[in-house]
């Protein structure tokens, strides 16, 4: 597991000691930053169910201002802080161990992108994507992607919500939000 571009280029991200967290392959990770590479500059990025940290290390490195990393799990939190020590992007990040709905709930200032990626068992996914949708903490066409397996189908969102696009990596899927402006009455 490594850094793909940007400032921390090829450096080597510490990976999880047991398969309790499944980390996003480099092969989607590219994918998915080669999808959103016009919309990270000087953004400010949510990496919920943060595992590693890796998605979120990769959006500072490609040049996210600010990025907050939220996981319940203390292992994940500190491996979340060794991986940005190691590619210098501490001073560009907040790691928050908590509840991913806690966590929602405490924000108040909106994310430019939300990168959610939890454990593909059960309904994390949609829970999450449906709570960002009604706290709305997601900023005038900010993007919401999300991973999960290739055969999970997700809701559609209200407006100003939208879907808009579905990419398919083998037994891995890639879904895109995205909040257009206000909705006229």
Not at 144 to 153: G, K, Q
Request: charged share 30%; hydrophobic share 40%.
């Amino acid at each position: 597991m490594r850094v793909i571009t940007g400032s921390a280029k090829g450096r080597r991200l510490k990976e999880p000691d047991t398969m309790e967290q499944r980390p996003t392959t480099d092969k989607v990770k590219e994918s998915m930053f080669n999808i959103i590479q016009f919309d990270l500059e000087g953004r400010r990025v949510l990496d919920l169910f943060a595992g590693t940290g890796q998605l979120g290390i990769e959006a500072l490195s490609r040049g996210a201002s600010s990025a907050v990393f939220v996981d319940s799990s203390p292992k994940a939190v500190a491996l979340i802080r060794e991986n940005l020590e190691r590619t210098k992007l501490e001073d560009k990040a907040a790691v928050l161990r908590s509840d991913w709905k806690d966590a929602l709930r405490r924000e108040r200032m909106p994310f430019d992108i939300i990168l959610l990626d939890p454990p593909y068992d059960g309904t994390f996914l949609k829970n999450a994507l449906k709570t960002v949708a009604e706290i709305d903490i997601l900023s005038h066409n900010g993007i919401i992607v999300c991973e999960s397996r290739a055969d999970t189908s997700l809701p559609d969102l209200a407006p100003p919500y939208e879907k808009l696009s579905e990419h398919r990596y083998g037994q891995v899927k890639l879904t895109l939000f995205i909040k257009r402006g206000a909705v006229s009455v």
